[in-house]
């Protein structure tokens, strides 16, 4: 397993993915928390978990009933949190400016 290039993008995913750790979260949830559209954030998630850095899983959910589209849910694997934690501080000692940039908080009723 290697470490991702840890990109401004990059690093707002996983900012977002440590607010809370054990919780898992959906596309739209991440997107909202990092400040970056699905375009942005999907590769990035796929990177992680082919990685071994992040799991997910699709709702049991009838798409039908629900009106709306199933959602993928996402959390980092204990490994991942620790890789997640490790590699942000790296990035942060590299460049410090970009560790101060304020943590966007989460907001629910995405879809």
Do not use: N
Request: glycine residues 10%; hydrophobic residues 40%; contains cysteine.
């Amino acid at each position: 397993m290697g470490t991702p290039r840890m990109t401004l993008q990059t690093q707002l995913v996983l900012r977002a993915l440590l607010v809370d750790a054990t919780r898992e979260m959906y596309g739209l949830e991440i997107c909202a928390a990092a400040g970056l559209q699905a375009g942005t954030i999907h590769p990035i998630l796929a990177r992680f978990e082919g990685i071994g850095w992040l799991e997910s899983r699709w709702e049991d959910l009838d798409p039908h009933e629900a009106k709306r589209p199933r959602r993928r849910y996402y959390r980092l694997t204990p490994d991942g949190l620790e890789q997640a934690r490790g590699a942000l501080a790296e990035a942060a000692a590299k460049a410090p400016q970009l560790s101060l940039l304020p943590q966007r908080p989460i907001t629910g009723g995405a879809t």
